[in-house]
């Protein structure tokens, strides 16, 4: 079945960087166009950053533009999440998710259809 774990999550200052992993197993990951979402305590999930299934294609929200680089080695079936510049804001569970092979967008609610259990941001001074 489909795993996706995630890691890296943690503690950070305000303007301070994490990096986040996501190892995927039992599907050809190098097949899927994947995803980083967040949620924040007490809102919505929230889309942050795509890649193509290849690594060459890559989308940011607003919010995460300029600051996040998202980026794949799928010999390692690993997804990354690089973060810099980290606000009060950034701070959310923080999950990899596969795309829909179906979806024409990438942020809404529906365009992925499996979820990590995610890993815990906190940016705090």
């Known amino acids: 079945q489909v795993q996706l774990v995630e890691s890296g999550g943690g503690l950070a200052q305000p303007g301070g960087s994490l990096t986040l992993s996501c190892v995927a197993s039992?599907?050809?990951?190098?097949?899927?166009?994947m995803s980083w979402v967040r949620q924040a305590p007490g809102k919505r999930l929230e889309w942050v950053c795509g890649?193509?299934?290849?690594?060459?294609?890559?989308f940011y929200s607003n919010s995460a533009e300029g600051r996040f680089t998202i980026s794949r080695d799928n010999a390692k079936n690993t997804l990354y999440l690089q973060m810099n510049s980290l606000k009060f804001d950034d701070t959310a569970l923080y999950y990899c998710?596969?795309?829909?092979?179906?979806?024409?967008?990438?942020?809404?609610?529906?365009?992925?259809?499996?979820w990590g259990q995610g890993t815990q941001v906190t940016v705090s001074s």
């Open positions: 998710a596969r795309r829909r092979r179906s979806s024409t967008t990438w942020s809404g609610p529906y365009d992925n259809d499996s």
């Open positions: 039992g599907f050809t990951f190098s097949t899927y166009d």
């Open positions: 890649i193509g299934s290849d690594g060459s294609d890559t």
